[in-house]
């Protein structure tokens, strides 16, 4: 009886954390503010407000219906590429034309904490991720779709990958080798283009850290195929698990072919995404999901430049001067003073994932002629939902971001707390239209505009590189403007 007793006095307390978990969790903060307002290069950034429980928000997947289709913007066509697939994430066009997208979920977490709360937690974490949509074993598979005829949708799909993948996301191809990205590790495989298998033995180019609250490892080949940028995210949301666990995240990696090393390229990055280079200057950009729990304006993610040893704060600092005072490591010494800014606001929560660029001989017209389009997955913890769209940000003749985001595709949210959708990677087709998985349907949209000719290529900028100059201790030069009007001083 004592056992039972024991057994049931936990099965209640169990029922009623759990209850008033999922009461605290039902309520929340709603902004203040529009999405809109925390964006563009100057957002406007409240006051923190410190949350104990996250707000949660989860806007249901519901799928479209036959014959539906998210909204373009004024001059753009969209229509089904692709559909039937198992949770699509990534896309990449290799340059024969096919499209290789991967279907992938989180990798199942080992060596679980048996213990009462943490069971808790997982059990709700299990609810919240089937509700948005993302729960469910990985499916492990990389598919080649394929549009034979040209008339805009993929009359060929092959899984060519299952061997050796575990939650693949990034994708690569060059000279007869395909890159993968699992959660836990970057191998290559031969692969000739054209072909509907791969064959071959995979090649472990570098590990990665496993797992983690941010699993997706998104790869970018630089423009001479020459290095290869992998994005890692974070395990936590502000480094609550410690900094040992954190080592290797939370930031972007480089990678070099031929010598096989691998360097840190630019870090504090809390989850990084998509990747690709500038047209205009040759840097790399990438997206940036931001922390949580400070309230439904607050932190804005974000799109970015990434020079060579770039920081970006992350867990302790946000948005340049923005200290999180939650954060219990102790800060690096003189973070504050090189830590950098990011340089376009997306709005708070919106979850941003996959970016291109506008590029030379694609179809979106005059008013997407020179930007970044990018998919903003989709919020669960603000209220009300943002993001759940694809977004334009418009580039000026410096290559530096201007204005908001403007809409390229809505329509994802239905207004009665479901989405029909989440938009989550972009690509362009060879023909020039852009792609996007809709992960949650199952779905690649094609996007163009029936009218527009292909592209110029935007002109690169050219400048001349600063002189060089000797190292001088300033104070030393301080001290003999000094001496010098001392000397030159009247005695009386």
Known sequence: ????????????????????????????????????????????LQEGDPQNFPTVQIAEPVGWKAGEAPTPAKGLEVVRFAEGLDHPRTLYALPNGDVLVSL????????????????????????????????GTSPNQIVLLRDTDGN?????????????????????????????????????????????KVTGAPRKLMDLPPGGGHWMRNLELSPNGQLLYVAVGSVSNIGEQGMKVEEGRAMIWEYDLASGRARQFG??????????????????????????????????????????????????????????????????????????????????HVAALGLVFSREGDR?????????????????????????????????????????PVPVLTGFLTGEGTTRGRPTWVEWAGDGSLLVSDDTAGIIWRVHSPSATPAPAIARLKDDPLPPTALKDPRAAFEADYLRKQAGQKVN
Do not use: C
């Not at 209640?12 to 709603?30: K, N």
């Not at 040893?309 to 946000?318: E, F, I, L, S």
């Open 1 to 44: 009886m004592a056992l039972f007793r024991k057994i049931a006095i936990a099965l209640v307390i169990a029922i009623v954390v759990t209850g008033v978990a999922l009461f605290v969790l039902s309520r929340g903060d709603t902004a203040d503010l529009s999405v809109e307002e925390v964006a563009g290069t100057e957002p406007v």
């Open 104 to 135: 992938t979920r989180a990798p199942e977490k080992k060596n679980r904490d048996t213990g009462v709360m943490a069971t808790i937690r997982g059990w709700i974490e299990g609810i919240l991720f089937a509700k948005a949509g993302a729960g």
């Open 152 to 196: 805009g949708s993929a009359e060929t799909r092959q899984v060519i990958l299952t061997e050796g993948l575990d939650s693949p996301s990034g994708l690569a191809w060059k000279d007869g080798t395909l890159y993968v990205a699992n959660h836990n590790a970057v191998l290559a495989f031969p692969y000739a283009l054209g072909s509907d």
């Open 267 to 348: 870090a504090g990055l809390r989850n990084p995404n998509g990747l690709d280079f500038s047209p205009w200057t040759g840097e790399l950009w990438t997206t940036v999901n931001e922390r949580d729990m400070l309230g439904s304006d607050l932190v804005p993610d974000y799109l970015t430049n990434v020079p060579i040893g770039a920081q970006y704060g992350w867990p302790w600092v946000y948005y340049r001067t923005n200290i999180d005072r939650r954060v219990q490591a102790p800060m690096p010494r003189f973070l504050m003073e090189y830590v950098r800014k990011p340089e376009f606001a997306l709005g708070p």
């Open 364 to 404: 979106m017209g005059e008013n997407f002629a020179s930007g970044a389009f990018i998919a903003r997955h989709g919020s669960w913890n603000r209220k009300p939902p943002s993001g759940y769209d694809v977004v334009f940000v418009d580039f000026d003749e410096l290559g530096n971001p201007v204005g908001k």
